[in-house]
């Protein structure tokens, strides 16, 4: 099981990224996959979360990013997506995806995500 997420960059406050988050050697669309991020000298923060098709397809969004950040899943391609927009300074974090493995599965705690892909560097500074 490997996630390798992507699509981070230098953005100017107010703009837009999109994250990527890929999987090899499994298919994305039968687990839960979350989103993180961990901001310098901050504890990690689940930010998102879409899970499994086969369970009830839901989503989760912290409040901090509500009706800025989506989640989304390309099945065909195998990624989940994490679309940001009105990108704000203290939304600069590394961003990472994880799954907990388990197929069939809603978003689970925080604590039950098993496998991490490795990093991607957002930063919002003008």
């Known amino acids: 099981v490997q996630l390798q997420a992507s699509g981070g960059g230098l953005v100017q406050p107010g703009g837009s990224l999109r994250l990527s988050c890929a999987a090899s050697g499994f298919t994305l669309d039968y687990y839960a996959i979350g989103w993180f991020r961990q901001a310098p000298g901050k504890e990690r923060e689940g930010v998102s979360c879409?899970?499994?098709?086969?369970?009830?397809?839901?989503?989760y969004i912290v409040d901090s990013v509500k009706g800025r950040f989506t989640i989304s899943r390309d099945n065909a391609k195998n990624t989940v997506y994490l679309q940001m927009n009105s990108l704000k300074p203290e939304d600069t974090a590394v961003y990472y995806c994880?799954?907990?493995?388990?197929?069939?599965?809603?978003?689970?705690?925080?604590?039950?995500?098993?496998?991490w892909g490795q990093g991607t560097l957002v930063t919002v500074s003008s």
């Open positions: 994880a799954t907990d493995g388990v197929a069939g599965s809603s978003c689970p705690p925080a604590s039950e995500y098993s496998y």
């Open positions: 879409i899970s499994s098709s086969s369970s009830d397809g839901s989503t």
